[in-house]
């Protein structure tokens, strides 16, 4: 796959993985994906602040960067460019990649050294969107499987300085600090 299309894709990969959730239905408000009306009271005041909003996340509940933090600026600016679009191409004319700083000729002391690979276009391209996890760390009601049943008192959730709190605890944390009795049949029923 050509590198141009790879560029075409990766706002639609961003807009499916991260921002779908909320701009597919208008969820709190959220322009619709290619809804004109409503994408064009905000590009009024123009695509920078645009970006400038979607980079600081707004007061109904959007996150900064729709939760994506390893987008730069100018990967957003595609992404919402893309929304405001419909997904057709721009309407603006994108400025083409810089191209890549050129190779300076090596000194003759390191003329023994082999000269580094080149840097192919393909490794400057946007990075593969991140998982599921990382997207709604936002939202501690979309935490992976492996979060979800922690302990009250690390849920984050719970007051920890609450006593009702500490009673919440799994039977093998609230019972450690008790002193063993040799009463009984000696099966830990706890396990």
Known sequence: MGTAQAQDKAPKAVYETSCAGCHASGVLDAP????????????????????????AGTAKGMPPRGGRTDLNDAQLRAVIEYMVAGGAAP??????????????????AAAAA????????AANAAPAPASGAE??????????LGRVN???VESGIHDPTNDMTLQLQPPSVAFTGLPRSMAGNHIDWVK
Do not use: C, E, H, I
């Open 32 to 55: 619709k994906f290619g809804d004109a009306a409503a994408w064009g009271a905000r590009a009024k005041v123009g695509m920078p602040a645009l970006v400038k909003s979607a980079a």
């Open 91 to 108: 309407a603006t004319a994108r400025a083409p990649a810089p191209a890549p700083a050129p190779v300076a000729a090596p000194a003759p």
């Open 114 to 121: 082999p000269p580094p690979p080149p840097v192919s276009v």
């Open 135 to 144: 997207v709604n760390a936002f939202n501690r009601l979309l935490k992976p």
């Open 150 to 152: 922690r302990p009250a």
